[in-house]
């Protein structure tokens, strides 16, 4: 079992950044940042694999930054460049698959609670 808990969420203007975390209760090969708007399905964004081999969907790509502190078992997104579609619950998950791949991150195990961010103009 893996417990994940994120923090770091906020409101912030347009163009504005934070940083994410997801802390692991022990190391997770695969980890992933989700996020769901409000009426909108929920979606994996960035994923980040023990080796520190990290993928993005194009939308966050150039703007979000993936990262892992796997002494700590700690799992972070910075976000730059904040769009009003950013706005979401970002969630973050995690898998001990052997592979990593963004598609398989609706099936990850392991989910924490969601931290709330919010864009504003």
């Known amino acids: 079992q893996v417990q994940l808990v994120e923090s770091g969420g906020g409101s912030v203007q347009v163009g504005g950044s934070l940083r994410l975390s997801c802390t692991a209760s022990?190391?997770?090969?695969?980890m992933a940042w989700s996020r769901q708007a409000p009426g909108k399905e929920r979606e994996a964004i960035a994923l980040?694999?023990?080796?520190?081999?990290?993928s993005y969907i194009n939308s966050v790509k150039g703007r979000f930054t993936i990262s892992r502190d796997n002494a700590r078992n700690v799992m972070y997104l910075e976000m730059n460049s904040l769009k009003p579609e950013d706005t979401a619950t970002y969630y973050c998950?995690?898998?001990?698959?052997?592979?990593?791949?963004?598609?398989?991150?609706?099936?990850?195990?392991?989910w924490g609670q969601g931290t709330r961010v919010t864009v504003s103009s």
């Open positions: 998950a995690a898998s001990n698959s052997r592979l990593c791949w963004t598609s398989d991150v609706p099936t990850f195990p392991y």
């Open positions: 022990t190391f997770a090969n695969c």
């Open positions: 980040i694999n023990g080796g520190g081999g990290a």
